[in-house]
Protein backbone atom coordinates (compact mmCIF):
# COMPACT_ATOMS: atom_id res chain seq x y z
CA UNK A 1 0.00 0.00 0.00
CA UNK A 2 1.38 3.54 -1.10
CA UNK A 3 -0.58 6.68 0.53
CA UNK A 4 -0.81 10.60 -0.29
CA UNK A 5 -2.34 13.13 2.27
CA UNK A 6 -3.30 16.36 0.80
CA UNK A 7 -5.68 19.24 1.97
CA UNK A 8 -8.53 20.07 -0.44
CA UNK A 9 -11.91 22.70 0.11
CA UNK A 10 -14.62 21.00 1.55
CA UNK A 11 -16.61 22.24 -1.39
CA UNK A 12 -14.68 20.18 -3.67
CA UNK A 13 -14.64 16.88 -2.00
CA UNK A 14 -16.95 14.54 -3.98
CA UNK A 15 -16.49 11.40 -1.60
CA UNK A 16 -19.06 9.50 -3.58
CA UNK A 17 -15.98 10.14 -6.74
CA UNK A 18 -13.12 8.79 -4.62
CA UNK A 19 -14.01 5.91 -2.18
CA UNK A 20 -13.65 2.80 -3.54
CA UNK A 21 -12.85 4.37 -7.35
CA UNK A 22 -9.97 3.49 -9.57
CA UNK A 23 -8.89 6.56 -11.16
CA UNK A 24 -5.32 7.47 -13.44
CA UNK A 25 -2.80 9.94 -11.75
CA UNK A 26 -1.46 12.23 -15.01
CA UNK A 27 1.85 13.43 -14.33
CA UNK A 28 3.86 12.71 -11.69
CA UNK A 29 2.88 11.93 -7.61
CA UNK A 30 4.98 11.61 -4.70
CA UNK A 31 3.46 9.33 -2.17
CA UNK A 32 5.19 7.45 0.78
CA UNK A 33 5.03 3.60 2.01
CA UNK A 34 4.32 4.94 5.46
CA UNK A 35 0.79 6.15 6.51
CA UNK A 36 2.21 8.20 9.65
CA UNK A 37 4.38 9.98 7.70
CA UNK A 38 1.69 10.91 5.18
CA UNK A 39 -0.78 12.05 7.77
CA UNK A 40 2.23 14.08 9.47
CA UNK A 41 2.57 16.02 6.14
CA UNK A 42 -0.98 18.02 6.44
CA UNK A 43 -0.78 17.87 10.62
CA UNK A 44 1.06 21.29 9.83
CA UNK A 45 -1.56 22.92 8.22
CA UNK A 46 -5.18 24.06 10.15
CA UNK A 47 -6.90 25.95 7.67
CA UNK A 48 -10.57 25.37 9.10
CA UNK A 49 -12.07 25.51 5.46
CA UNK A 50 -9.99 22.48 4.29
CA UNK A 51 -10.53 19.05 4.64
CA UNK A 52 -7.55 16.40 5.19
CA UNK A 53 -7.96 13.79 2.06
CA UNK A 54 -5.52 10.26 2.92
CA UNK A 55 -4.93 8.24 -0.88
CA UNK A 56 -4.30 4.44 -0.45
CA UNK A 57 -2.95 3.32 -3.51
CA UNK A 58 -3.15 -0.29 -4.68
CA UNK A 59 0.30 -0.85 -6.95
CA UNK A 60 -0.18 -3.97 -9.23
CA UNK A 61 2.07 -2.71 -11.63
CA UNK A 62 5.86 -3.02 -10.86
CA UNK A 63 6.92 -0.34 -13.08
CA UNK A 64 4.67 2.17 -12.51
CA UNK A 65 6.17 3.21 -9.67
CA UNK A 66 10.03 4.10 -8.67
CA UNK A 67 10.91 4.16 -4.60
CA UNK A 68 13.09 6.47 -3.48
CA UNK A 69 13.91 5.06 -0.10
CA UNK A 70 17.77 4.67 -0.52
CA UNK A 71 20.44 7.57 -0.11
CA UNK A 72 21.17 7.37 -4.55
CA UNK A 73 18.24 8.78 -5.03
CA UNK A 74 16.99 10.76 -2.16
CA UNK A 75 18.52 13.68 0.57
CA UNK A 76 15.68 12.11 3.23
CA UNK A 77 15.31 8.44 2.47
CA UNK A 78 14.24 8.00 5.85
CA UNK A 79 10.27 9.58 4.13
CA UNK A 80 10.02 6.40 2.13
CA UNK A 81 9.05 8.07 -0.89
CA UNK A 82 7.48 6.22 -3.61
CA UNK A 83 7.25 8.46 -7.02
CA UNK A 84 4.08 7.57 -8.91
Known sequence: ?????IR???DEINE???I???FELRGFTSATTKK???LDSIKQDDTPELSNILFEFI???SMSHFLLDDEKYSAYPC???VLL
Open 1 to 5: MIYRA
Open 8 to 10: KAK
Open 16 to 18: EKL
Open 20 to 22: GKV
Open 36 to 38: DLA
Open 59 to 61: IED
Open 79 to 81: EKE
